[in-house]
Every structure is written in structure tokens, then in C-alpha cells.
């Protein structure tokens, strides 16, 4: 699974949920700049948000990055 892919799957789970706290939710990485760690920013009605971050990606078709850093073949 891409990056992207994983990031649209999060933010349809979520939303999908309907939960009255979750105010918005948004993907942070763009079509420009999809190298982000920050993948998606979850807002709370009390004014509170959560991070969803990818420390690191694994896998036979990745090379293998430093923390935070992502592989390029794994973002599209």
C-alpha cells in the first residue's frame, strides 16, 4: 500500500465514523509536496487535535531511510 492510499483510508474511516467530536480532519501532505511525515491532523470539538506521523516504512520494494524520512516508491 502507497502512502497516499493509506492516507485516503484513514481519513475515510474517520470521517465515516460521524463522531460529533471530530470537528475536521485533514490530509496534511499535498499533490506538490507529498514527502510529509505528518500524514493526517484529526480536530476535536474541545480544541485538541491528534497527528497521525509515519516514523518509517518497510518493505522488499523500499529502500531503507533514515526515521521520518520517506522513501520516494512508497508516496505515490
Given at each position: 500500500?502507497?502512502?497516499?492510499?493509506?492516507d485516503?483510508?484513514?481519513?475515510?474511516?474517520?470521517?465515516?465514523?460521524?463522531?460529533?467530536e471530530?470537528?475536521?480532519?485533514e490530509?496534511?501532505?499535498t499533490?506538490?509536496d507529498?514527502t510529509?511525515?505528518?500524514?493526517?491532523?484529526?480536530?476535536?470539538?474541545?480544541?485538541?487535535?491528534a497527528?497521525?506521523?509515519?516514523r518509517?516504512?518497510?518493505?522488499?520494494?523500499?529502500?531503507t531511510?533514515?526515521?521520518?524520512?520517506?522513501?520516494?516508491?512508497?508516496?505515490?
Amino acid at each position: 500500500m502507497k502512502l497516499r492510499e493509506l492516507d485516503e483510508l484513514i481519513l475515510q474511516v474517520i470521517t465515516e465514523s460521524d463522531h460529533p467530536e471530530i470537528t475536521r480532519v485533514e490530509v496534511v501532505p499535498t499533490e506538490e509536496d507529498p514527502t510529509d511525515h505528518t500524514r493526517v491532523v484529526v480536530h476535536f470539538a474541545s480544541g485538541a487535535s491528534a497527528v497521525i506521523m509515519i516514523r518509517d516504512v518497510r518493505g522488499s520494494r523500499v529502500r531503507t531511510t533514515t526515521p521520518f524520512e520517506l522513501p520516494k516508491e512508497a508516496l505515490v
